[in-house]
């Protein structure tokens, strides 16, 4: 496994998604598939998602045996079992709405579609459960405006940049058309955003919430 590899493509997710892309390409012309053949980015992502899951736990002052459940569902359900379904109705959508012409030559693989949800969670990951713990206690949660303002904000960007690199994923397939539309919710986020301020919705306290019920 080449982590070395799978590292850049981590930094490069936030600074310029567009060239992890461009290694999808070379991959499709070296060895003809679009997914990854290496399983190093989600090992990593895993490693990720454990730390950022116990940090969680810790600042909300769960116990052992809570952090652990917690951790189960965030990687079984949240990771893996979404993961699941979004690759799936992205890899039947793009298939029958997007692909210019019907050929077997012409298909969205059901592996790049989850690459393309691996890329894209490995940001809203990083923002939400980690960036956002060292706010969470003291900015966030307190019922104040400044609290959802920036717990509402890390929702945003996180949302944000899943939106955009799924969009980047499958705008690099040069047999789709029209990719442009999954760039259409980007209209309902920013609205969401509105709304929640003006009516002080505070989605990183649902969050925490849902996660304590998960556990008790």
């Not at 691996?118 to 966030?140: D, K, M, R, S």
């Not at 969009?167 to 929640?196: C, D, E, M, Q, R």
Request: proline share 3%.
């Amino acid at each position: 496994m080449d982590f070395e590899f799978a590292i850049w493509q981590m930094l490069y997710l936030f600074t310029s998604p567009q060239r992890v892309y461009r290694n999808f390409h070379y991959r499709k012309q070296t060895k003809d598939q679009w997914a990854r053949d290496d399983p190093a980015f989600l090992v990593l992502l895993s490693i990720w998602l454990c730390v950022s899951t116990l940090g969680f736990g810790f600042v909300l002052d769960m116990g052992f045996f809570q952090i652990l459940k917690l951790l189960l569902w965030v990687v079984f359900i949240d990771c893996i079992g979404v993961g699941l379904l979004i690759a799936t109705l992205m890899w039947i959508i793009t298939n029958k709405y997007l692909v210019k012409r019907q050929s077997k030559d012409y298909d969205v693989e059901w592996g790049y579609a989850f690459d393309v949800h691996l890329n894209a969670f490995y940001p809203l990951l990083v923002i939400l459960h980690f960036i956002q713990l060292f706010f969470i206690n003291h900015v966030i949660l307190p019922q104040w405006f400044v609290g959802y303002f920036v717990g509402n904000t890390f929702w945003l960007l996180a949302i944000g940049y899943y939106i955009y690199i799924t969009f980047l994923g499958y705008s690099a397939l040069p047999f789709l058309k029209n990719t442009v539309v999954l760039l259409y919710p980007f209209a309902l986020l920013i609205l969401l955003y509105v709304l929640s301020l003006a009516l002080g919705w505070n989605f990183t306290g649902m969050l925490t919430t849902f996660y304590k019920y998960r556990v008790n």
